[in-house]
């Protein structure tokens, strides 16, 4: 194990102790994404902040495969890219290779970039509809000088396209040419073409059909068995998280609120809220899916503007006591490798 | 891609003949003639018999639907005809002006263009900042501005500023020469009108090239472009402008059309002799031949720089194909 790695692993503190054997990649400590809303054209002012992440810490080792999963709008998106940069955080630290990715500069920013690669949800806008899928793929090959000959690259191109289930002659294609699962799989072959450490999959399969869905996630896992990948796969989606990834960590209005070992949250989830999430799961038999008894969380998810004090659930949290409304509870570890942020479990 | 072509120029033609009929009607609608003109505004004494004469020489007293019948066919064996006022073909007096107008639309679509592109994208990139301000302040000026009444300040201040310096005032030549026969008396003379009507053209351009951008710079494959590591440069130039320049072209084509014939203010301004120029005289002369084959001239220009630009589109998005 690299210096670096060692002390991202040891600097990510109590929280993550016993799991130091193995080499971490990436870190992430108390991040803070809030967006400033601002009143007044000439002069404008800030009136109040959304607070998209508000303080969250997880760590991922390499060749593993953490879910992000959490309802619209709790931040899981925004933490993806912040990690990528595409945002700038308000506080915290992204720990990869020892270099804390939220101080890099243009240059530097630009090195992690070729590490760290992200597959878009939505692969009809993500692709450039003037560019051709060859050159969507290759020109990160060639602006940075990886590949400078011509015919290697494309022999490069046409072998990711291979590897992704796609003809090697669908580089002469425009992205409207092509179906949404054949896009999403240019969006991974351009992922791969950098031969990146650490893909972000932004909710990679949700706009894409169930049968697509599944080949595609198929293809997510080969491709990390066979180029060691390490993945953050951010989802609303909790039977595909529970097919792909190794640890799942649940958000809340941009906060977390329970991360644990697969199987571990998807049987004995702790959290009300974790709970309650994996109660909506539909179950594909009708006759089951109506014996069974529905928890539905109360009332509406709080605005990120104005999120309520204390644990940011209580207002909704069959478990509430008084004391939730004051204090913001530990993200403390109830048992080996399984945290969660509430008192009262 | 040929086909396409084809359909489209065949389809000019009802295009132009709807045109032919418009103008011919509406010129003919305005009361009197060219011969009242001529002799009733010398003053003089004319017997009615005079002005008939005129009026046969140049066949006004044929049926209204011969002498249209006339004018198309003229189209068919490529005889515009003679103007009516000066006896001259009017080929030769469309010919002689038409350098200069194309010249100064040219001129001005590249000032325009200079000016729109860049700044477009600086107030795209920094939008809300100081210099989105000021970039948005300038395009609003040149849309407020007549490009008239700036021609008469960049006159005054070029007489201004040469007394001040020189020590004696410089005036742009007002003979026009050919570019190809003296290029520094041709810039020097077209230089001016080209700024003047190319500021408030490239306004319009300014503001469509800002907001094209803007809707781009939103788009998933520019945060595509930014997260697969590449420089902010080539992410604004490669990804972005190429996307936002599709409405830009559409206008700056269209403007390219107007110049060619609706120069008419800014040409008195700067004492030029274009086609705006001679469609004002042959529109106060009564001139139809000349008028009538003016306006199907700018038609003209106008029906083939709108195919030119639809091909451009292609061009310049793959997704657009013709067939």
């Known amino acids: 194990m690299s210096e670096a790695q060692a002390t991202a692993g040891q600097d990510s503190g109590a929280q993550f102790r016993g799991q130091v054997s193995d080499e971490v990649l990436i870190t992430v400590k108390g991040l803070k994404m809030h967006f400033p809303i601002t009143e007044g054209v000439i002069i404008p002012r800030k009136v109040a902040d959304v607070k998209a992440v508000d303080g969250v810490d997880f760590y991922i080792r390499k060749g593993e495969t953490l879910g992000l999963v959490g309802e619209s709008g709790c931040g899981k998106?925004?933490?993806?890219?912040?990690?990528?940069?595409?945002?700038?955080?308000?506080?915290?630290?992204?720990?990869?290779?020892?270099?804390?990715?939220?101080?890099?500069?243009?240059?530097?920013?630009?090195?992690?970039?070729?590490?760290?690669?992200?597959?878009?949800?939505?692969?009809?806008?993500?692709?450039?509809?003037?560019?051709?899928?060859?050159?969507?793929i290759g020109e990160p090959l060639r602006v940075h000088g990886i590949i400078t000959d011509e015919a290697k690259r494309r022999e490069r191109i046409g072998y990711l396209l291979g590897r992704c289930g796609l003809h090697p002659d669908f580089a002469d294609r425009y992205p409207h040419e092509m179906s949404g699962g054949q896009r999403q799989r240019v969006g991974i072959a351009r992922?791969?073409?950098?031969?990146?450490?650490?893909?972000?999959?932004?909710?990679?399969?949700?706009?894409?059909?169930?049968?697509?869905?599944?080949?595609?996630?198929?293809?997510?896992?080969?491709l990390r068995d066979e180029f060691n990948l390490t993945y953050l796969f951010i989802s609303h989606d909790l039977s595909v998280v529970r097919h792909i990834c190794h640890r799942v960590a649940v958000m809340y209005l941009g906060h977390m609120v329970e991360l644990a070992d697969c199987d571990e949250l998807f049987d004995h989830a702790m959290h009300p809220y974790s709970q309650a999430l994996l109660a909506a799961v539909p179950i594909p038999d009708p006759e089951l899916e109506k014996t069974r008894g529905h928890q539905i969380i109360k009332g509406e998810i709080p605005s990120p503007i104005n999120p309520p004090s204390g644990c940011v659930f209580h207002p909704r949290c069959p478990l509430a006591v008084d004391s939730c409304s004051q204090k913001i509870p530990d993200f403390r570890e109830v048992r080996k490798g399984h945290w969660v942020a509430c008192t009262e479990v | 891609m040929g086909k396409y072509i084809f359909k489209?120029?065949?389809?000019?033609?009802?295009?132009?003949?709807?045109?032919?009929?418009?103008?011919?009607?509406?010129?003919?609608?305005?009361?009197?003639?060219?011969?009242?003109?001529?002799?009733?505004?010398?003053?003089?004494?004319?017997?009615?018999?005079?002005?008939?004469?005129?009026?046969?020489?140049?066949?006004l007293n044929k049926p209204q639907i011969v002498q249209f019948f006339d004018f198309i066919w003229g189209y068919v064996v490529f005889d515009l005809g003679d103007s009516m006022w000066t006896g001259q073909p009017v080929t030769h007096e469309i010919a002689i002006r038409f350098e200069l107008?194309?010249?100064?639309a040219i001129m001005?679509?590249?000032?325009?263009?200079?000016?729109?592109?860049?700044?477009?994208i600086i107030s795209a990139?920094?939008?809300?900042?100081?210099?989105?301000?000021?970039v948005r302040g300038f395009a609003i000026a040149g849309i407020a501005i007549p490009s008239f009444w700036l021609g008469l300040m960049i006159i005054l201040g070029l007489l201004i500023v040469t007394q001040s310096w020189l020590g004696e005032?410089?005036?742009?030549?007002?003979?026009?020469?050919?570019?190809?026969?003296?290029?520094?008396?041709?810039?020097?003379?077209?230089?001016?009108?080209?700024?003047?009507?190319?500021?408030?053209?490239?306004?319009?351009?300014?503001?469509?090239?800002?907001?094209?951008?803007?809707e781009v710079l939103r788009e998933d494959y520019v945060r595509t472009a930014r997260a697969k590591g590449m420089v902010e440069k080539i992410v604004i130039n490669r990804h972005a402008l190429k996307n936002a320049l599709l409405p830009v072209v559409t206008i700056l084509a269209l403007e390219f059309a107007f110049l060619m014939g609706g120069l008419v203010v800014t040409e008195q301004v700067f004492n030029l002799n274009g086609l705006g120029n001679l469609m004002v005289d042959g529109v106060e002369r009564q001139d139809f031949?000349?008028?009538?084959?003016?306006?199907?001239?700018?038609?003209?220009i106008y029906v083939f720089i709108n195919l030119l630009t639809d091909l451009a589109y292609a061009w310049l998005d793959p997704r657009i194909r013709y067939s």
């Open chain 2, 125 to 134: 990139v920094r939008q809300n900042t100081i210099t989105d301000y000021v």
């Open chain 1, 191 to 222: 992922a791969l073409a950098m031969e990146p450490e650490f893909i972000i999959c932004d909710e990679a399969v949700s706009a894409l059909d169930v049968s697509i869905q599944a080949q595609v996630i198929n293809l997510l896992e080969e």
């Open chain 2, 101 to 104: 107008s194309l010249q100064i």
């Open chain 1, 77 to 136: 998106t925004t933490t993806g890219r912040c990690i990528l940069r595409l945002e700038d955080p308000t506080a915290g630290e992204i720990i990869y290779d020892g270099k804390d990715i939220c101080q890099l500069n243009n240059n530097e920013l630009i090195d992690i970039r070729k590490k760290i690669q992200v597959i878009f949800q939505d692969p009809y806008s993500s692709l450039n509809p003037r560019m051709k899928i060859g050159e969507i």
């Open chain 2, 108 to 120: 001005a679509t590249l000032v325009a263009t200079i000016i729109a592109i860049p700044l477009g």
């Open chain 2, 8 to 59: 489209r120029v065949l389809l000019m033609i009802p295009t132009l003949i709807g045109a032919a009929i418009l103008v011919f009607l509406l010129l003919r609608m305005a009361p009197g003639d060219i011969c009242a003109v001529r002799y009733l505004g010398s003053g003089l004494a004319i017997d009615e018999s005079q002005i008939e004469l005129c009026r046969e020489q140049l066949g």
């Open chain 2, 169 to 214: 005032p410089w005036m742009p030549p007002i003979e026009f020469k050919s570019i190809w026969e003296d290029p520094i008396h041709n810039m020097a003379q077209l230089i001016w009108p080209a700024v003047a009507t190319g500021y408030r053209y490239s306004a319009v351009a300014t503001r469509m090239t800002r907001s094209a951008m803007l």
């Open chain 2, 289 to 300: 031949a000349m008028t009538q084959n003016l306006v199907m001239l700018v038609v003209i």
